[in-house]
């Protein structure tokens, strides 16, 4: 995974867990899903979600999407509850925008 992968999955995990709901929607990395959608699936599963160790990030599915333009990417990665790995499961696409910079988005949360 690339570094700059690895730096927006754990900056989006890090708002997750923090629950900065509105700011994940403000930065436009919220998808399909409002603020509202995000906080209601983290808080109905089971436990309390929590921080990943890092090397959990090694962990992560990375997908390449077949768009060189964007050089998009899908990732699934398992979110941690009560500091134990667990199968409520992070989607999100990383692409490049138009102005070349790298964005993360949230696909969807979901167990798998």
Known sequence: MSDTIKQLLQNLVYLLVNSKFAEIEARQENGRLSAG???KTLEDYPGAISFPPDSAYD???IYDVYD???EARKIEFD????NTVSDLTLSADVYKDATG???ISIDDIHVL
Do not use: N
């Open 37 to 39: 959608d995000i906080k």
């Open 59 to 61: 962990s992560a599915y």
């Open 68 to 70: 060189q333009t964007t």
């Open 79 to 82: 979110l941690w509850y009560d």
């Open 101 to 103: 910079k790298f964005k």
